[in-house]
């Protein structure tokens, strides 16, 4: 069965620290490009992060660069989220995607990507 499963999402204060983990089983995510998504209640699917199959290009977007960082462990078959300085707004429901075909123009278009994570909440709250 391919899937992907996040997980390390939960209950942080403002100013802490999260690191979300997209493990794909399956498949070789490898071979795949992955982006990070969030979608918060009554607002659309927004890309967060970027990685590219070999890990050598990654993008931010702007309300996350600096404090978020994405890496990749593709012996572990996994991609992290690290999210540090974390702020209320940043409070949503957190998807991973693996694409096969992703270039840079659609890194954050989500029809693009062929396989998601069922997601993983975070909350930013004190």
């Known amino acids: 069965q391919l899937q992907l499963v996040e997980s390390g999402g939960g209950l942080v204060q403002p100013g802490g620290s999260l690191r979300l983990s997209c493990a794909a089983s399956g498949f070789t995510l490898g071979y795949y490009a992955v982006g990070w998504f969030r979608q918060a209640p009554g607002k659309e699917r927004e890309g967060v992060s970027f990685?590219?199959?070999?890990?050598?290009?990654?993008n931010y977007a702007d309300s996350v660069k600096d404090r978020f960082t994405i890496s990749r462990d593709n012996a572990k078959n996994t991609v992290y989220l690290r999210m540090n300085s974390l702020k209320p707004e940043d409070t949503a429901v957190y998807y991973c995607?693996?694409?096969?075909?992703?270039?840079?123009?659609?890194?954050?278009?989500?029809?693009?990507?062929?396989?998601w994570g069922q997601g993983t909440q975070v909350t930013v709250s004190s």
């Open positions: 990685i590219s199959s070999s890990g050598g290009s990654t």
């Open positions: 995607a693996a694409g096969s075909r992703i270039i840079s123009a659609t890194m954050y278009s989500p029809r693009e990507y062929n396989y």
